[in-house]
């Protein structure tokens, strides 16, 4: 369904018991709402969770911002290695803004967060500096931005700004499933005919690259997160594969140091996706990070 959140479309899932614990999910650089495994979801809505999935901005059935233009990633990178501001047509903040609306919308006072990849960035604004309206926080495979950090190989970043070989849905989604044999689960490899299936028809849903390019100069301009870490009250749970090419592990190791109380989860063999065979361990530290909130 779509909604008016912030003052822009956004296309909603919501699914599980009206009345259940609000918890939102938001997904990474790109991604549409249905990366979140619908497996997932179940998983979360028969532990009685009401699960809200969404489309960021300029992404998916959302509101696109096509007018504000494509930008150079070059200039941005070049940019951002000088030390030099960098600015987007708009921010993680802004997107974090579309998630409160979306909860804004659905009458919702306070959910329980869970965001993956660029969504735990977008999450950390959340949790900061909305800490009244987050029940608990699970951050998946993010980052706090932190210079020191260590990088994707020069492999993984010549795999990030390989083109499809062509706008057919089919070959965009065998492009989608090559760069994620690079980036994903070593341990836990899908069924390739499975995972065709599915990106394909992610793909067939929407497909659109210009709105990647600017969520991606959102994440270059907002730069270190550090500051915001300390802010962060909510029970926080930080899921992190030890084998990651995009988000080297050291990244989440950081993040649970840098926030209170925070449980670091670092599963041997995960890579930078949602492998089936791990969605049950996903699931139960969601419920586990939220029982903290219920306790506290």
Not at 1 to 26: R, Y
Not at 47 to 70: A, E, T, W
Not at 121 to 134: D, S
């Amino acid at each position: 369904m779509k909604i008016s959140a912030n003052g822009i479309a956004i296309e909603v899932d919501d699914q599980g018991p009206a009345n259940g614990e609000p918890l939102l999910l938001i997904m990474g650089l790109g991604m549409q709402l249905v990366a979140w495994p619908d497996e997932l979801v179940q998983m979360l809505v028969s532990r009685g969770f009401r699960v809200i999935r969404f489309d960021n901005r300029d992404i998916g059935l959302s509101q696109h911002f096509d007018p504000l233009g494509v930008p150079s990633m070059a200039w941005a990178g070049m940019r951002w290695a000088l030390h030099l501001p960098v600015h987007s047509p708009y921010t993680l903040g802004d997107m974090a803004a579309d998630a409160l609306g979306v909860l804004d919308a659905l009458g919702l006072q306070s959910a329980h967060v869970c965001g993956a990849s660029m969504g735990g960035m977008i999450a950390q604004h959340l949790a900061a500096e909305h800490p009244q309206r987050l029940r608990s926080l699970t951050l998946m495979m993010t980052t706090s931005g932190a210079r020191g950090l260590p990088q994707p190989s020069a492999a993984v970043r010549r795999a990030l700004i390989r083109r499809p070989a062509g706008a057919d849905p089919a070959l965009v989604a065998e492009h989608l499933q090559w760069l994620l044999g690079i980036i994903g689960s070593p341990a836990y490899r899908p069924d390739p005919e499975w995972l065709r299936r599915r990106l394909l028809q992610s793909v067939q849903r929407s497909w659109h690259p210009a709105g990647t390019a600017r969520q991606l100069l959102a994440v270059i301009a907002d730069g270190d997160r550090t500051p915001l870490l300390a802010r962060i009250q909510a029970p926080t749970r930080v899921v992190h594969g030890r084998d990651d090419p995009l988000v080297p592990v050291a990244a989440g190791l950081e993040l649970a140091r840098s926030i209170g109380a925070a449980v670091p989860d670092i599963v041997p063999g995960m890579g930078h996706d949602l492998p089936l065979q791990l969605l049950p361990h996903f699931a139960t530290g969601i419920a586990e990070n939220a029982a903290r909130w219920r306790v506290a």
